[in-house]
Protein backbone atom coordinates (compact mmCIF):
# COMPACT_ATOMS: atom_id res chain seq x y z
CA UNK A 1 0.00 0.00 0.00
CA UNK A 2 1.85 3.20 -1.03
CA UNK A 3 1.41 6.35 1.06
CA UNK A 4 0.32 9.61 -0.74
CA UNK A 5 0.70 13.06 0.46
CA UNK A 6 -1.31 15.52 -0.83
CA UNK A 7 -0.40 19.51 -0.63
CA UNK A 8 -4.18 21.09 -0.56
CA UNK A 9 -3.37 24.93 -0.91
CA UNK A 10 -5.50 27.61 -1.69
CA UNK A 11 -4.87 30.41 -4.57
CA UNK A 12 -3.21 33.62 -3.21
CA UNK A 13 -5.19 36.44 -2.94
CA UNK A 14 -7.12 38.79 -5.69
CA UNK A 15 -8.88 42.34 -6.10
CA UNK A 16 -11.89 40.54 -5.81
CA UNK A 17 -10.65 38.87 -2.60
CA UNK A 18 -9.69 41.88 -1.11
CA UNK A 19 -12.44 44.03 -1.94
CA UNK A 20 -15.26 40.75 -0.74
CA UNK A 21 -16.94 40.78 -4.59
CA UNK A 22 -17.52 36.86 -5.02
CA UNK A 23 -15.76 35.25 -7.48
CA UNK A 24 -17.29 32.02 -8.14
CA UNK A 25 -15.87 29.53 -11.66
CA UNK A 26 -17.12 32.72 -13.81
CA UNK A 27 -14.45 34.90 -12.95
CA UNK A 28 -10.94 34.69 -14.38
CA UNK A 29 -9.40 37.15 -12.08
CA UNK A 30 -5.77 37.42 -11.62
CA UNK A 31 -3.26 37.27 -8.46
CA UNK A 32 -2.94 41.06 -6.93
CA UNK A 33 0.12 42.10 -5.27
CA UNK A 34 -0.35 40.80 -2.32
CA UNK A 35 -1.18 37.26 -3.71
CA UNK A 36 1.83 37.10 -5.82
CA UNK A 37 4.12 37.94 -2.57
CA UNK A 38 1.70 34.99 -1.01
CA UNK A 39 2.56 32.81 -3.79
CA UNK A 40 6.34 33.90 -3.37
CA UNK A 41 6.50 33.00 0.09
CA UNK A 42 4.63 29.18 -0.20
CA UNK A 43 7.48 28.76 -2.72
CA UNK A 44 10.20 29.68 -0.66
CA UNK A 45 8.82 27.38 2.34
CA UNK A 46 7.65 24.43 -0.09
CA UNK A 47 10.13 24.54 -3.05
CA UNK A 48 12.34 21.85 -2.06
CA UNK A 49 9.75 18.77 -1.46
CA UNK A 50 9.69 16.93 -4.49
CA UNK A 51 6.15 17.00 -6.04
CA UNK A 52 5.86 14.50 -8.67
CA UNK A 53 2.46 16.02 -9.85
CA UNK A 54 0.84 19.40 -9.83
CA UNK A 55 -3.15 19.96 -10.26
CA UNK A 56 -4.87 23.50 -10.31
CA UNK A 57 -8.41 24.34 -12.00
CA UNK A 58 -8.53 26.08 -15.40
CA UNK A 59 -8.50 29.33 -13.75
CA UNK A 60 -5.06 31.46 -13.98
CA UNK A 61 -5.63 32.22 -10.36
CA UNK A 62 -4.48 29.03 -9.47
CA UNK A 63 -2.12 28.51 -12.45
CA UNK A 64 -0.51 32.04 -10.97
CA UNK A 65 -0.02 31.15 -7.75
CA UNK A 66 1.93 27.60 -8.21
CA UNK A 67 4.00 29.17 -11.23
CA UNK A 68 7.43 28.49 -9.73
CA UNK A 69 6.75 24.89 -8.85
CA UNK A 70 5.99 25.06 -12.70
CA UNK A 71 8.70 26.64 -14.02
CA UNK A 72 11.04 23.88 -11.91
CA UNK A 73 9.53 21.00 -14.75
CA UNK A 74 7.00 19.31 -12.53
CA UNK A 75 4.43 17.85 -14.79
CA UNK A 76 1.31 20.28 -13.91
CA UNK A 77 -2.41 19.49 -15.11
CA UNK A 78 -5.17 21.82 -15.29
CA UNK A 79 -8.64 20.51 -14.89
CA UNK A 80 -12.24 22.03 -14.59
CA UNK A 81 -12.98 19.71 -11.97
CA UNK A 82 -11.19 21.40 -9.88
CA UNK A 83 -13.13 24.99 -10.25
CA UNK A 84 -14.64 26.81 -7.53
CA UNK A 85 -18.25 26.70 -7.34
CA UNK A 86 -20.57 28.57 -9.49
CA UNK A 87 -21.90 31.29 -7.34
CA UNK A 88 -24.77 32.40 -9.72
CA UNK A 89 -25.35 35.18 -12.32
CA UNK A 90 -24.03 38.02 -9.81
CA UNK A 91 -20.69 36.62 -9.96
CA UNK A 92 -17.96 39.62 -10.00
CA UNK A 93 -20.34 42.14 -8.77
CA UNK A 94 -20.74 44.34 -5.52
CA UNK A 95 -22.82 41.94 -2.88
CA UNK A 96 -26.18 44.22 -2.04
CA UNK A 97 -27.29 43.62 1.74
CA UNK A 98 -30.09 41.23 -0.07
CA UNK A 99 -27.96 39.77 -2.39
CA UNK A 100 -25.62 38.74 1.05
CA UNK A 101 -29.18 37.40 3.06
CA UNK A 102 -29.63 35.36 0.25
CA UNK A 103 -26.12 33.81 0.69
CA UNK A 104 -26.28 33.55 4.06
CA UNK A 105 -29.45 31.66 3.71
CA UNK A 106 -28.22 29.31 1.32
CA UNK A 107 -25.17 28.06 3.40
CA UNK A 108 -27.71 27.63 6.20
CA UNK A 109 -29.33 25.53 3.98
CA UNK A 110 -26.46 23.37 3.11
CA UNK A 111 -25.26 23.43 6.77
CA UNK A 112 -28.75 21.53 7.27
CA UNK A 113 -28.03 18.66 4.85
CA UNK A 114 -29.69 20.42 1.90
CA UNK A 115 -26.76 20.33 -0.29
CA UNK A 116 -28.81 19.14 -3.70
CA UNK A 117 -29.95 23.11 -3.50
CA UNK A 118 -28.84 24.91 -5.98
CA UNK A 119 -27.66 28.70 -5.85
CA UNK A 120 -29.61 30.71 -8.70
CA UNK A 121 -28.15 30.72 -12.14
CA UNK A 122 -25.13 28.61 -9.92
CA UNK A 123 -24.20 25.03 -9.13
CA UNK A 124 -25.07 22.89 -5.88
CA UNK A 125 -22.54 21.21 -3.84
CA UNK A 126 -23.38 18.06 -4.84
CA UNK A 127 -22.74 19.08 -8.21
CA UNK A 128 -19.29 20.13 -7.66
CA UNK A 129 -19.11 17.06 -5.83
CA UNK A 130 -19.85 15.01 -8.84
CA UNK A 131 -17.14 17.08 -11.34
CA UNK A 132 -14.42 16.23 -8.08
CA UNK A 133 -14.57 12.43 -8.41
CA UNK A 134 -12.79 11.97 -11.92
CA UNK A 135 -9.90 14.04 -10.24
CA UNK A 136 -9.99 12.27 -6.98
CA UNK A 137 -9.94 8.76 -8.45
CA UNK A 138 -6.79 9.61 -10.61
CA UNK A 139 -5.39 11.45 -7.71
CA UNK A 140 -5.66 8.31 -5.42
CA UNK A 141 -5.19 5.86 -8.04
CA UNK A 142 -1.75 7.29 -10.08
CA UNK A 143 0.67 5.17 -8.92
CA UNK A 144 3.39 7.49 -9.69
CA UNK A 145 1.93 10.55 -7.90
CA UNK A 146 2.84 9.85 -4.60
CA UNK A 147 3.57 13.72 -3.92
CA UNK A 148 0.99 15.71 -4.95
CA UNK A 149 0.43 19.69 -4.60
CA UNK A 150 -3.19 20.57 -5.60
CA UNK A 151 -4.33 24.34 -5.88
CA UNK A 152 -8.00 25.30 -5.89
CA UNK A 153 -10.70 27.73 -4.48
CA UNK A 154 -12.41 27.96 -1.32
CA UNK A 155 -15.86 26.51 -1.14
CA UNK A 156 -14.40 23.82 -3.63
CA UNK A 157 -11.84 22.86 -1.62
CA UNK A 158 -14.35 22.47 1.18
CA UNK A 159 -15.73 19.88 -0.51
CA UNK A 160 -12.94 18.16 -1.46
CA UNK A 161 -11.63 18.10 2.16
CA UNK A 162 -14.85 16.86 2.45
CA UNK A 163 -14.92 13.82 -0.15
CA UNK A 164 -11.50 12.86 1.07
CA UNK A 165 -12.06 12.59 4.37
CA UNK A 166 -15.52 10.90 4.67
CA UNK A 167 -17.62 13.78 5.99
CA UNK A 168 -20.78 14.51 4.57
CA UNK A 169 -20.83 17.82 2.70
CA UNK A 170 -23.19 19.63 5.29
CA UNK A 171 -19.60 19.67 7.30
CA UNK A 172 -17.82 21.15 4.99
CA UNK A 173 -17.89 24.96 6.25
CA UNK A 174 -15.92 23.46 9.61
CA UNK A 175 -12.49 23.88 6.88
CA UNK A 176 -11.60 27.21 7.34
CA UNK A 177 -9.36 28.79 4.61
CA UNK A 178 -7.45 31.69 4.44
CA UNK A 179 -5.98 32.92 0.47
CA UNK A 180 -2.18 30.43 0.58
CA UNK A 181 -3.77 28.47 3.11
CA UNK A 182 -2.33 24.81 3.44
CA UNK A 183 -4.03 21.47 4.07
CA UNK A 184 -1.26 18.65 4.24
CA UNK A 185 -3.30 15.37 3.52
CA UNK A 186 -1.48 12.12 3.84
CA UNK A 187 -2.76 8.24 3.75
CA UNK A 188 -2.98 5.77 1.48
CA UNK A 189 -5.60 4.60 -0.94
CA UNK A 190 -8.96 6.18 0.36
CA UNK A 191 -7.99 7.07 4.08
CA UNK A 192 -6.69 10.24 4.61
CA UNK A 193 -6.12 12.32 7.70
CA UNK A 194 -5.30 15.80 7.93
CA UNK A 195 -1.43 16.71 9.47
CA UNK A 196 -1.63 20.27 8.38
CA UNK A 197 -4.65 22.18 8.85
CA UNK A 198 -5.36 25.88 7.41
CA UNK A 199 -1.64 26.42 7.96
CA UNK A 200 -0.22 29.82 7.30
CA UNK A 201 3.24 29.95 8.73
CA UNK A 202 4.83 30.11 5.60
CA UNK A 203 3.13 33.68 5.61
CA UNK A 204 3.94 35.23 8.52
CA UNK A 205 6.39 37.50 7.17
CA UNK A 206 4.50 38.40 3.86
CA UNK A 207 3.68 42.22 3.84
CA UNK A 208 3.63 45.05 0.85
CA UNK A 209 5.71 47.72 0.78
CA UNK A 210 4.79 50.41 2.46
CA UNK A 211 4.59 52.73 -0.71
CA UNK A 212 2.90 49.92 -2.69
CA UNK A 213 0.65 50.05 0.01
CA UNK A 214 -0.09 53.79 -0.48
CA UNK A 215 -0.28 53.57 -3.90
CA UNK A 216 -3.13 50.70 -3.65
CA UNK A 217 -5.18 52.58 -1.16
CA UNK A 218 -5.45 55.58 -3.83
CA UNK A 219 -6.89 53.22 -6.45
Same mark, same amino acid.
Given at each position: &???????? %?????????????????? +??????????????????????? =???????????????? @????????????????????????????????? *?????? !? &???? !?????????????????? +?? =????????? %?????? *??????? &????? &????????????????????? =???????????????? +???????????? @???????? *??????
Amino acid at each position: &MTSKKIYL %IRHGQTDFNLQGIVQGSG +VDSSLNAMGRLQAKAFFEAYHSV =AFDKIYTSTLKRTHET @VADFIRLGTPHESVAGLNEISWGSNEGQKITPD *EDAYYH !W &MLQQ !WQGGNTSLRIKGGESPDE +VA =ARQLPVIDK %IINSKD *ENTILVC &MHGRA &MRILLCQLLHYPLKSMDMFEH =ANLCLYLLEGAENLFS +VRNYNDTSHLKN @VKLPEMEM *EERSIL
